[in-house]
């Protein structure tokens, strides 16, 4: 089902009339209320009105994370603190978090950017909908919450963690419909195991994973254990949390909710525009947000769009999976690898588990790198050749595929750190 026919069908000019539309209003609004924006402009000789077409975006100034920090906590608002009527906030891993403020219209579009979403993926007024993220100053729990009420789904917010709670409501409650990061379901398939429920006492049949990337094998693992249809969905605090792109059921890549955010994609160093389908980083203006406008917010994801027709109906642009974050993006002895490519290759392989964390240090001016990966059960830990043998297989898999010589260490099963939320797979010693 379409949620808003109207406008997720709507063609490429008419989508584009309606952009431009907002992005005048988004651009004065930005430069009346927000001295940051206004000296941004000022100091360039740009002013709201040389916005006439929608290339002209390309004059604005990007804006980034640090801006945001710098101007904590709520000099980019663009509404007095009477309109707000709620804050979130994103915590990075040091200093001051980043925050954002809702005014009611904002709260408004962001349930209806969530129920397309929930639609697309295949959900609705039948589901009863387990919200496995956290609810607090993280968007992933209100955030997806209001969208499924306005959907009609039976909405329960349990929230994050609590595992053994977690699948207890699951079985009790005939949850349908799951929604957390992709590493939390994966995690909570092996908890279940211990607690001896059984898939045929649950009644799941989809998923809406988000808040991190997930490798189309990784993909391939949460169906295969859960037997449900895995979709994808994407989007982040500083344009308004959840409910900028997911995915339907055809599986192309990520319809964007193009009305509220308008879509680019640039050359990361040198900030050049990228034609669509090439890859780089994307850039996101937000065309409807009052609290907090943001403009040619650089969000250092890596993906690229696709303006294809999609046989679900709708005409809105997708953006391809994530591949990384420009700051994800490990430089070992000169090559770019990033995370997902040594994720992609793991979980092709037979005897491992879809656990792993990437240890990066260095030995004198040598950049080392070891994958820790564990074994899918106890089977093989008294045969010293079979695993010598497997970890050869992994280290030559990784080679081929990345170039790079990775040392391979396989762990005891259920030895590494299990998430709740978003996975931190990288610890980088350098
Ligand atoms: O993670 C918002 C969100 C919550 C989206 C729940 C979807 C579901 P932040 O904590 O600000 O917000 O983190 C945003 O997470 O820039 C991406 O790097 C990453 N991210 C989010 N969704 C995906 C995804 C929320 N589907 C940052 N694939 C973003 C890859 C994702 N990365």
Known sequence: ??????????????????????????????????????????????????????????????????????????????SPMKEIVRLHASSGTTGKPIVVGYTRADLENWSECIARLICMAGGGSDDIAQIAFGYGLFTGGFGLHYGLEKVGATVVPISSGNSEMQLMLMKDFGTTL???????????????????????????????????????????????RWGIVATENYGLTEVM??????????????????????????????????????????????????????????????????????????????????????????????????????????????????????VVSKK?????????????DGTLLENYRALEELEKSVHDKLKSTLRIDAAVKLVEPRTLTRFTGKAKRVQDLR
């Not at 206004?38 to 002013?47: A, V």
């Not at 953006?319 to 700051?327: A, C, F």
């Not at 004198?364 to 899918?376: K, Y």
């Open 1 to 78: 089902m379409i949620w808003n026919t109207e406008m997720e069908r709507l063609g490429r000019g008419e989508v584009e009339k309606i952009q431009l539309e907002r992005l005048k209003w988004v651009v004065n609004r930005a430069y009346d209320n927000v001295p940051f924006y206004r000296e941004k402009f000022d100091k360039i000789g740009l002013l709201p009105s040389h916005i006439k077409r929608l290339e002209d975006i390309s004059l604005i100034p990007f804006t980034y994370k640090d801006d945001l920090r710098d101007n904590y906590p709520y000099g980019l608002f663009a």
């Open 178 to 224: 799951f929604i957390s990061t992709p590493s939390y379901i994966l995690y909570l398939s092996e908890y279940m195991q211990e607690t001896g429920l059984k898939m045929s006492d649950i009644r799941l049949r989809l998923g809406m994973f988000g808040g991190e990337g997930h490798t189309p094998e990784m993909r391939a693992e949460i169906e295969r």
């Open 241 to 358: 949390g959840p409910g900028v792109s997911g995915e339907c059921t055809e599986f192309c890549g990520m319809h964007i909710n193009e009305d509220h955010f308008y879509p680019e994609v640039i050359d990361g160093e040198t900030g050049a525009p990228k034609a669509i389908g090439e890859q780089g980083e994307l850039v996101l203006t937000t065309l409807t947000k009052e609290g907090i406008p943001m403009l040619r917010y650089r969000t250092k994801d890596i993906t690229f769009l696709d303006d294809r027709p999609c046989r679900c109906g709708r005409a809105s642009m997708r953006m391809n999976k994530v591949l990384g974050r420009t700051d994800d993006m490990l430089i070992i002895r000169g090559v770019n690898v990033f995370p997902s490519q040594i994720e992609s290759v793991l979980m092709g392989l037979s005897h491992i588990g879809p656990h792993y964390q990437i």
């Open 364 to 376: 004198g001016f040598m950049d080392m790198i070891e994958v820790q990966v564990e074994l899918a």
